[in-house]
């Protein structure tokens, strides 16, 4: 049985990655804060699941830090006003 694909026209997938809400991640440690795309790209950074960091975020209100995550890291959704896009 053959396993079919979607095929996305070309420039598709960036524009679905600009819809995803940019994530802030703050080391508690050296009180850095970094600002990634998405969920995915912060829980690379920080060596945890996609999930542990998208049940996090579920919790709180947007614009505000989680509880500590891997005992050094916390996240937050950055809120962005769609209103001003053209």
Not at 18 to 31: A, F, R, Y
Not at 41 to 48: E, F, K, S, T
Not at 59 to 86: A, S, W
């Amino acid at each position: 049985m053959k396993k079919r694909y979607k095929v996305y026209p070309e420039g598709c997938k960036s524009d679905t990655t600009s819809l995803k809400p940019p994530v802030e991640v703050l080391d508690t440690l050296t009180n850095q804060t970094t600002s990634y795309l998405n969920k995915y790209q912060a829980a690379l950074a920080i060596g945890c699941s996609s999930g542990t960091v998208h049940n996090a975020l579920k919790k709180i209100l947007p614009g505000e830090f989680t509880k500590v995550i891997k005992k050094r890291y916390k996240v937050k959704q950055i809120v962005v006003d769609n209103e001003n896009k053209p």
